[in-house]
């Protein structure tokens, strides 16, 4: 009688160990070196709520504007970049991704995108803008790609932009 305890034990012991050990084997998704960033930002669209608007950002592409919200980011080797900002500056609309070429810059990129958004949750002339860029802002990471995102109130941030 003690013996089959004692087995029952150990056998429960081994299990519990096996379901440990296995939920130690998950790991993050990294997206493949040189996936379009287009991919995850569409992942994005694709997952906004049926019943809101369309979102309406534009691809920005000039070095100046660029680097006037991100300082920084052009002294770093970038593989890809994306940037889609609204029509009007203000309006806390704003999807940005990256592939750095050197994985140790990606806590910088990750860096200047948080001095982004703290810079819009800054904006005190415009109370509404700023309490979306402190509620609904982050900024994520896997592998060389960082993203920054903010969303307007009710639309959907992937929990892992680059799991698509």
Not at 71 to 80: E, K, V
Not at 132 to 159: D, H, K, T
């Amino acid at each position: 009688m003690k013996s089959i305890k004692r087995l029952t034990a150990l056998l429960l012991v081994l299990v519990m160990i096996a379901s440990l050990c296995g939920c130690s084997n998950e790991k993050e998704k990294v997206p493949a070196p040189g996936t379009p960033l287009d991919t995850f930002y569409q992942a994005i669209l694709d997952v906004q709520p049926e019943d809101k608007d369309e979102l309406i950002l534009f691809e920005e592409t000039a070095p100046d504007l660029i680097a006037n919200f991100y300082p920084g980011l052009d002294q770093i080797a970038l593989n890809q970049q994306v940037f889609h900002m609204p029509p009007i500056v203000t309006h806390p609309c704003e999807i940005v991704l990256v592939e750095v070429a050197d994985a140790g810059d990606v806590q910088t990129v990750a860096e200047i995108f948080q001095t982004r958004i703290d810079m819009g949750a800054d904006m005190t002339h415009y109370p509404d803008s700023a309490a979306g860029w402190q509620r609904y802002a982050q900024v994520q990471s896997s592998g060389n790609f960082v993203c920054m995102i903010v969303l307007p109130e009710g639309y959907v941030i992937p929990e892992n932009v680059f799991e698509v």
